[in-house]
T-cell receptor, first 117, second 115 residues
Framework: AQSVAQPEDQVNVAEGNPLTVKCTYS??????LFWYVQYPNRGLQFLLK??????LVKGSYGFEAEFNKSQTSFHLKKPSALVSDSALYFC???????????????FGSGTRLSIRP | NAGVTQTPKFQVLKTGQSMTLQCAQD?????MYWYRQDPGMGLRLIYY???????DKGEVPNGYNVSRLNKREFSLRLESAAPSQTSVYFC??????????????FGQGTRLTVV
């Protein structure tokens, strides 16, 4: 079964510094990976996805993620953190059951990112 | 441009009461999902529906039932609510083709408290 792991419950970064939120995955075939962000009392918003192609994926709000097949990782990064980036971040993988089968999205446990001024 | 709409936004139930959470999407997506979010647990899949007329169990289906009423609507029913079902519930929808796996779009959530 597909799964993702987010090893850090919380990440604290000073504003202006680079940030990394870690994610590792386990899949039986080609990985389809996503990052979502959740602001307080809101639903999840899509940030970026990796399907195939370049290992560095660029997304919304200046975020990017690096896909590393040998390390089975898909870490979220941003060169310069903003206080407004403070939120809960989820890594996810699509469990692809084949075109004619149902597929579902499996989420990690989430990492709370806190950016201090 | 509504996207995914969930009702209600908040609900308090007594143990043993029943209720239905409603979800509708206007993006013509085939797949719809119900998740629950609990502190430290992330999002856990309750049920999902790949297309109209089909539903499948997720990680935590016990105590819930679902209905895919049509392509737009996917409801979640709690027949006899328990305090363990206190959570925030999210509905989501997505679509895909044979070549691309598309991201999911989420509703704003329903905060359910069972006392």
């Amino acid at each position: 079964a597909q799964s993702v792991a987010q090893p850090e419950d919380q990440v604290n970064v000073a504003e202006g510094n680079p940030l990394t939120v870690k994610c590792t995955y386990s899949v039986s075939g080609n990985p389809y990976l996503f990052w979502y962000v959740q602001y307080p009392n809101r639903g999840l918003q899509f940030l970026l996805k990796y399907i195939t192609g370049d290992n560095l994926v660029k997304g919304s709000y200046g975020f990017e993620a690096e896909f590393n097949k040998s390390q089975t990782s898909f870490h979220l990064k941003k060169p310069s953190a903003l206080v407004s980036d403070s939120a809960l971040y989820f890594c996810a993988v699509r469990d692809y059951g084949g075109y004619s089968s149902a597929s579902k999205i499996i989420f990690g446990s989430g990492t709370r990112l806190s950016i201090r001024p | 441009n509504a996207g995914v709409t969930q009702t209600p936004k908040f609900q308090v139930l007594k143990t043993g009461q029943s209720m239905t959470l409603q979800c509708a999407q206007d993006m013509n997506h085939n797949s719809m999902y119900w998740y629950r979010q609990d502190p430290g647990m992330g999002l856990r899949l309750i049920y999902y529906s790949a297309s109209e007329g089909t539903t499948d169990k997720g990680e935590v289906p016990n105590g819930y039932n679902v209905s895919r009423l049509n392509k737009r609507e996917f409801s979640l029913r709690l027949e006899s609510a328990a305090p363990s079902q206190t959570s925030v519930y999210f509905c989501a929808s997505s679509d895909r083709t044979a070549l691309t796996m598309v991201e999911a779009f989420f509703g704003q959530g329903t905060r359910l408290t069972v006392v």
